[in-house]
C-alpha cells in the first residue's frame, strides 16, 4: 500500500501554492503561479530519483525506466492547472497519486517488465487556453504542437510565449513515449458517488464536449430615451440565449448539460443600451448525435435570434471533443483490483473532460474516480476525504502493479 | 445670431479631446482625457474675458458679471464628460453654445441687468460615478459635497482624490450663485423630433429615473459534471432578470424603459457555473407612480427568482431621481423665439437625464432640444446636422436675452 502520510502532505503542499491575495488558488496554465506548482513537482519527481522530461507543450513527465529496456511505459497522469478559484483535488490527486505509486513500487523493490511514468499535461483546464486538455491532446496527435503554442489566451498572452517565460517550454517532442497503458486518477467532481454511498468508480465513458463563444452585435444606443422598439439590444439577446440553452437543458429529459461560464457587454456603462456582447457556452453529452442536434438547436435559436432582435451573431469554436470510450480489459482490472481490497466499485460516465480522453487515442486507458462531497468541484469548497483519497491511490497502484508486471 | 463659425469649430474642437488608442471619445469624469477637456474649455472662458470660478466638486463655471451687481445670474448649463465610445454633442454642445451666447451678446455690446453664467457641471453621465448628474446635484443641495467626494468609481477611484489630482478641486461652495433662471440646450438623443420632422423642441419635463446595482450569489460548480437540477447559477439568474424586465418594459403599452448596461460574472470561467453575478438596471419613466410600481415588480421577481433559483439577491441603489417638471413661463419663452424665428417647436419629454433636472431645486429652468439623427445617442455615430445646431444656439441666445435683460 501506498504512503499516505506523504501524499496527504503533498496534495496539502501544492494546493498552498499558487494563492492570489485574497488567499484564492488560482495555478492558470503557464502562469507564474503554476511555474512555482511546476517546480515544486519537478523537485519531488528529482527527489524520487525519476528521471524528468518536459516535451514542447510543457508537458511534464516522472520516468521510472526500471528494468524495462525498449518497452512501452504504462503512464499514470493528469495536470496541475487550476481553474480560478479552484479546489486542491483537481488534477493533483492524480498526478500525486501516480508519483506515490512509482515511489512505492520502486521502494518495495519491484522490478516491473515496463517503465513506469507520471505525466502532468499542460493546460487541462482550458480555463485560459483553450481547448482543454490541450497538452495531452497535442501528446496525442489531436493538435500539432506549432498551432497549439500559438493559441492566444483569454488574457491576450500566447501560450508558447508564456511557457518560454516561465522556463517550461520543453525540446521533447509531445508524443516521444507510446504507452502501453494509461491510467487516470482522479476526483468525480460530481454527485454520483457519494449519492450511491460508493467509494470507487471505475469510468467506462466520458461524455462529449462542446464549447464556442459567441459574439452578439447590437447598436450601442442611450438607455432613457430609446424605445424598446428601436433597440438593438446585444445584451438582451445574450440573455435570451442563455434562458433558452438552461430551459432546454432542464426540460429534457437527458443528460444534457448547458453552462454560460464568461460574459462580458460593450460598452459596459449603466446607461448605454450594451452594442456587443460575448460569451462562451460549454455543452456536453454523452451521446454524440444528442450532442449535434443540441449544437443545431443552438444554431438554429442564434439564427432565429438575429432575426428577431435585428442583431449580428458570430460563432467562434474552442473545443469539440466526441464521447469517449475507454479500455474494458484496463476498467475490469480496476473493478477486480476494488474487489480485491474489499470495495465497492461502480462503473459510470464522466462528466468532465480528461487528460485520458485524450491519451485513449494513442493507448488503451481509463480512469477511477473518487467521491467528491456535495458534488462540488472547481470551487474552493471541493472536498474528498483522506480515506477515500487513499483507496483510490491503492487501486492505482494494483491496476498499474499488474499493467507494468503483466 | 450667433458665430456659426466658432461654434461649430469648437465643437469639432473639442470631440477631438479626450480619444483613446482605439480612436473612441471617453472623457470620464474626472479623468486625465476629462482634465485636457475641462483645461481646453477654461482657456476658452478666459479668451473670452469671462471670470472661471470652480467649485467643490469640480463644476466649471464662466461669469460675465456684465453691469448686473447684485442680481441673481441667468445660468446656462450642460457638461463636458462623456460616456465610454460617445459621441461628440451629448453635453458639449449646450456648454460650448452657452458661451458662444456669452460671447455674442458681449460682443454685441449688450448691458444685460443680470450676470451670465455658462457652467459644465462635474459627472453628468454618472458612467464612472453614480449618481449621474453629481456635480448638478451638489450644487443644488441635494446631495452634501463631502459625501459626493468619497463616491468610489466603477474603476474603484474615488472622485474627490481624482477632482484633486486633475486639478479640479475647486474652493467655491456648490450653489454659490442661486440662478435667476436655468436654460439648457441639448441634443434630444432620442427619435421624437427626426420623426416628426421638427427642429426644435421645448422641454417640459423629464422622466424619473431608477439605478440599482444587483448581486446575484450562488455556488461555483463544474460545468460539465453538474446535473443543471442541482445547480445554483447566478448567470442564468441574471439573464432570467434581463429578459424580465426587457419583455414586460415591450409588452407594457407605457413609455416604461428598462436597461441592463454593466453585467459580471465570477469565477468568469468557461467550464464553471458563475459564483456571482452583478449587473446594472436603468428604469425610467415619466410618471413617478408606474416608476414605483416597475420597481416593485423588479423586487417581486428578484424574490421569486431567489426562491425558485435558490440564489442570494442583494440590490444596491445607485440613483433614483422623480420625474421633474419644467417652468411654464420659460418653456413658453422658447416657444415664442422659436416662433419669432420661424421655426417649428415641440413641446416634449426628455428621456435623458439632465443637469436642468437638477438646477429645477433652485431656479426655474427649461431645455432647449434639436433633433438627433436616427435617433442614436451614447454612440459615436451621435449626429445633428449643422443648420440644427445653430437653430438651436440662436433660440438659446433669444431666450437667453430676455431672460437677462427681463
Ligand atoms: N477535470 C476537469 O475539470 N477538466 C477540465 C475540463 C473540463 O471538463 O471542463
Ligand atoms: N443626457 C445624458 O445622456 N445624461 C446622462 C444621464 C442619463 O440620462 O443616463
Redesign the pocket.
Known amino acids: 500500500s501506498i504512503d499516505s502520510t506523504r501524499l496527504l502532505g503533498r496534495i496539502a503542499e501544492l494546493g498552498a501554492i499558487g494563492r492570489d491575495a485574497e488567499g484564492r488558488l488560482v495555478r492558470l496554465a503557464a502562469s507564474d503561479s503554476e511555474k512555482l506548482g511546476r517546480d515544486r513537482f519537478v523537485s519531488w519527481l528529482e527527489d524520487a530519483g525519476l528521471e524528468v522530461a518536459v516535451d514542447r507543450i510543457g508537458n511534464i513527465f516522472g520516468i521510472w525506466n526500471g528494468t524495462g529496456g525498449g518497452e512501452k511505459p504504462v503512464m499514470i497522469g493528469s495536470h496541475i492547472d487550476t481553474v480560478i478559484n479552484a479546489g486542491i483535488y483537481d488534477g493533483c490527486y492524480g498526478v500525486l497519486a501516480g508519483l506515490e505509486v512509482i515511489q512505492t513500487l520502486k521502494s518495495e523493490g519491484l522490478e516491473p517488465r515496463r517503465p513506469i511514468v507520471v505525466a502532468a499535461f499542460t493546460d487541462e483546464e482550458g480555463v485560459r487556453y483553450a481547448p482543454d486538455m490541450m497538452g495531452s491532446l497535442v501528446y496525442s496527435g489531436g493538435l500539432d504542437v506549432t498551432a497549439a503554442l500559438k493559441t492566444v489566451g483569454t488574457d491576450g498572452t500566447v501560450l508558447g510565449d508564456e511557457l518560454a517565460r516561465i522556463g517550461y517550454a520543453g525540446s521533447r517532442a509531445p508524443g516521444f513515449m507510446t504507452p502501453h497503458a494509461y491510467v487516470e486518477l482522479h476526483i468525480e467532481q460530481g454527485p454520483v458517488l457519494e449519492r450511491e454511498g460508493v467509494p470507487l468508480g471505475a469510468v467506462e465513458n466520458l461524455q462529449g464536449i462542446s464549447w464556442q463563444k459567441v459574439t452578439i452585435d447590437g447598436d450601442a444606443n ?4 430609446t424605445p424598446i422598439s428601436m433597440r438593438r439590444d446585444a445584451g438582451y439577446a445574450a440573455a435570451r440565449v442563455i434562458t433558452f440553452l438552461r430551459d432546454r437543458a432542464k426540460a429534457s429529459n437527458t443528460p444534457t448539460v448547458a453552462t454560460v461560464g464568461c460574459i462580458a457587454f460593450e460598452p459596459n456603462a ?2 448605454v443600451i450594451p452594442s456587443r456582447a460575448t460569451f462562451t457556452v460549454d455543452l456536453r453529452d454523452p451521446d454524440e448525435d444528442r450532442l449535434k442536434q443540441e449544437e443545431t438547436a443552438l444554431a438554429a435559436f442564434l439564427e432565429l435570434l438575429s432575426a428577431e432582435e435585428g442583431v449580428g451573431v458570430s460563432v467562434e469554436r474552442l473545443a469539440r471533443f466526441e464521447p469517449v470510450k475507454f479500455d474494458q480489459a484496463i476498467v475490469r482490472q480496476i473493478e477486480a483490483a476494488a474487489r480485491d481490497r474489499g470495495l465497492p466499485c461502480k462503473r459510470m460516465t464522466s462528466g468532465a473532460g480528461h487528460d485520458a480522453q485524450m491519451i485513449a487515442r494513442i493507448a488503451p486507458g481509463a480512469m477511477i474516480f473518487v467521491p467528491s462531497r456535495g458534488g462540488i468541484s472547481h470551487n474552493p469548497k471541493e472536498f474528498t476525504a483522506d480515506t477515500e483519497l487513499v483507496a483510490g491511490a491503492n487501486i492505482l497502484l494494483d491496476v498499474i502493479c499488474g499493467l507494468a508486471t503483466g
Open positions: 442611450h438607455a432613457g430615451t449603466i446607461n
